[in-house]
């Protein structure tokens, strides 16, 4: 069973930055493609940032492009967001999220195509 841990959310000012992590307990954390999600309150989660297998592909929402970088260490099982510039309006409790990929080139951006999540961790940013 794939168990997602995430860490390093808190309050932060405008312009500040945050790092996010995720840690998994999995054997195959290599063969998942990761992604990072938000939703704040009242609203429904949406998608921030995804990574596929090798690292080599990443995809962000329109909303972080320029501002977040997403990576991960595949032999510490664990991806990262990087949240810089953070504005008020990217307050909302984050969560990562991990998918299977049979092959490398695969990668995934809606949250219905992701089984396994963890538990959040908030971000909350103040003007």
């Known amino acids: 069973q794939v168990q997602l841990v995430e860490s390093g959310g808190g309050l932060v000012q405008a312009g500040d930055s945050l790092r996010l992590s995720c840690a998994a307990s999995?054997?195959?954390?290599?063969?998942?493609?990761m992604g990072w999600f938000r939703q704040a309150p009242g609203k429904e989660r949406q998608f921030v940032a995804a990574?596929?297998?090798?690292?080599?592909?990443?995809r962000y929402a329109d909303s972080v492009k320029g501002r977040f970088s997403i990576s991960r260490d595949n032999a510490k099982n664990t991806v990262y967001l990087q949240m810089n510039s953070l504005k008020p309006e990217d307050t909302a409790v984050y969560y990562c999220a991990a998918r299977y990929a049979s092959a490398g080139y695969y990668i995934f951006v809606r949250a219905t195509d992701f089984g396994s999540w963890g538990q959040g961790t908030q971000v909350t940013v103040s003007s």
């Open positions: 999995m054997y195959t954390f290599s063969t998942h493609v």
């Open positions: 990574i596929n297998t090798s690292g080599g592909t990443t």
